[in-house]
């Protein structure tokens, strides 16, 4: 393979990991949010790299590894680039929120509460309101829909349609889909830790991480080999669990070490993988 056709494959290859990663972040984290944590951990991760081959981690270097300027490499460096972690900053529609509960403009001079606020107009409106906080070309419409989907606004339609806040903390998803996103995180990371570790680790020290698959599955069969992969799962995460209670030890102790194995199947939902 060519040296642009080595790019071009490791650059598919971490399109398909960052669009699973993508999947479960759009409508959660913005993505100006997103480019600043990842500004923080490239600077932070470049460095741990040129310490560990012995190369002094300078601002010079780190530019160039990182390919950010070095003004934004000082910035982190010298903690003034804080990535965003209120959660005003993470999504637009916590930060009208935000701004509704605290800006005088939009309160009720009598109960110091979000006012009722009319839909559309200038002045104290929920189209103002848009402006100032989101400060992007987003139709009223667009915000309203979301807000009362996810329950933190009410549209009373009086001879003025106006919107009252019924909550000002937003949630973009589930208790339920919070929870299994996070398991996804968890479970993503750790794969990918076992990965970078066995490309550093001489053979003998490689940790399993193995995956086997077919492309030539049949549909009409898909369902079959879910039941039987399930059942053959669920036989060996009891017999890793058992595996585990032998090793624990009965206390926590300083030193200790996190261990750990994980199950899973793929392919057959929402792949990105084409067969051949």
Known sequence: MTQA???SSHTEAVR???RRVIRLLIGSISFPALADVIKVIYVEEAQRKLKRSGTKPTKSALALMTGLD???VTSVLERR???????SQICAEAALLEMWESDPFFKDAETNRPAR????GRGRTFQSLILKSVGRNITVKTVLDRLVASGNIKVHSDITEKVEMLSQYYSPVSDDTAEMTEIAYLESSRVLSAA?????AEPELRVPQQGRWTYRLAPENYLKFRMEARDLLERQIREGEQLLEKFEEVRKQPGQLTVGIGWYQWGGHETDETGE
């Open 5 to 7: 056709g080595e790019v």
């Open 16 to 18: 398909l990991v960052l």
């Open 70 to 72: 070095t003004r934004v």
């Open 81 to 87: 680039f804080d990535p965003a972690t209120q959660a």
């Open 117 to 120: 606020l009319p839909i559309e």
């Open 196 to 200: 970078s570790y066995n490309m550093h």
